[in-house]
């Protein structure tokens, strides 16, 4: 297998929709950066389709490879985080593994690396473009696996503020770049006649697009059944389409509502241009997933934000005037005011959003390349 000059990285090839986009836009973002280099993509599945979706053959690299490469890029996302709960003797081993510091551990587990002949994937430079960094549980192995990797960036462009926040209590000292998310350089995935466009007069049955998943993570249909009575009563008012960002872990919930239409991302089978202008159909979206709102944004359409995770949040915060956010339990009358309220945003309003974080994205952008070419 020929070694690649760049490998991308992040949550790549395992057919997320939100995920795709991160990793087109990295692949555009490795382009401008080294024009005519040899691009790999990380990934543990064995799916052909990221090739079709950029336009390119790109090279696979499964896990454990040990090569050194001249530039790693992690695209967007957040996967520096744990909120499982972990037994005590975990959070024994790792109070004691951590007793003296975070860049002790890491100098110490580097250092064990090389004894045994085992390094990580290197690269002469690693960037990160719009990374999430959340939380770890005590306890959380997932910790003491990111800590070293965030030691060797070069250059990190975290996607808000609280990521910021978030590294600093980690004790890992990075030169850090607040920006926004990746996906909001919307050109580089979003068709020009599908951005931002303007939204509709409003029908008498507006057309929601319900983008939900498993809730908590392999628990099924758990959530859907729980939600399926505000379900039933949106049905009353509003023409409701299941949307599936990621059908393999969507799967409880796409079995729990088979009694209404579904639009699911199959990017063997799709595409990209196809899919969004299924979801520019609606006229508003009920998203537990962050890229729901951001790309429904993008198109030009609200957002009302199921707050599952503290993520979803945070991308209330990118987009306050283009969203509205409610608590997963809450009741019909409560989402059913908010998806009205939001229909009333006016298209200003959304473009002033994406704008300001697309603006935000490229600033962060800019300087990360200003860094790799001083």
Not at 59 to 79: A, E, K, N
Not at 146 to 158: I, M, Q, R, T
Request: net charge positive; proline share 8%.
């Amino acid at each position: 297998m020929k070694k690649p000059e760049v490998v991308l990285v992040g949550y790549y090839g395992r057919g997320n929709f939100g995920d795709d986009i991160l990793m087109i836009t990295a692949h555009k973002v490795a382009r401008k950066v080294l024009p005519g280099s040899t691009i790999g993509i990380r990934s543990s599945a064995d799916r052909p389709y990221p090739a079709r979706l950029i336009g390119e053959d790109v090279i696979p690299i499964p896990f454990g490879t040990r090569d050194r490469h001249r530039l790693i890029v992690h695209g967007g996302g957040g996967t520096f985080f744990d909120f499982s709960p972990h037994p005590v003797p975990a959070r024994i081993i790792n109070v004691a593994l951590l007793a003296g510091g975070a860049r002790s551990f890491v100098m110490a587990e580097n250092t064990l690396r090389s004894l045994v002949k085992k390094p990580r994937m290197s690269a002469y430079s690693r960037i990160g473009l719009g990374i999430g960094i959340g939380t770890f549980t005590p306890g959380s192995r997932k910790l003491l696996a990111a800590l070293p990797l965030l030691s060797e960036f070069d250059h990190l462009w975290v996607r808000d503020l609280g990521s910021k926040e978030n590294l600093a209590k980690l004790s890992v000292a990075l030169p850090v770049i607040v920006g926004s998310d990746l996906a909001f350089l919307l050109e580089d995935w979003c068709p020009p006649e599908l951005t931002l466009q303007p939204q509709r007069s409003r029908p008498a049955r507006p057309r929601v697009g319900v983008i939900l998943r498993d809730w908590p993570p392999g628990s099924g249909a758990c959530f859907a059944d729980a939600f399926r009575p505000v379900m039933e009563a949106l049905s009353v008012n509003y023409d409701l389409t299941l949307v599936s960002f990621d059908p393999a872990t969507d799967i409880g919930t796409l079995c729990a509502f088979p009694d209404y239409p579904q639009l699911v991302w199959q990017p063997e089978s799709m595409e990209l241009r196809e899919f969004l202008t299924f979801l520019s159909e609606h006229d508003v979206f009920l998203t537990s997933r962050a890229h729901g709102a951001i790309c429904g944004a993008c198109l030009g359409r609200p957002s009302v934000i199921l707050e599952i995770e503290p993520k979803l949040a945070a991308v209330h915060a990118m987009l306050p005037a283009a969203t509205r956010i409610a608590l997963p339990h809450s009741d019909a009358k409560t989402i059913s005011r908010q998806i009205d309220e939001a229909l009333c945003i006016s298209t200003g309003c959304l473009m002033r959003d994406v704008i300001h974080n697309r603006e935000l994205s490229e600033k962060a952008l800019n300087t990360i390349i200003r860094g790799l070419n001083p």
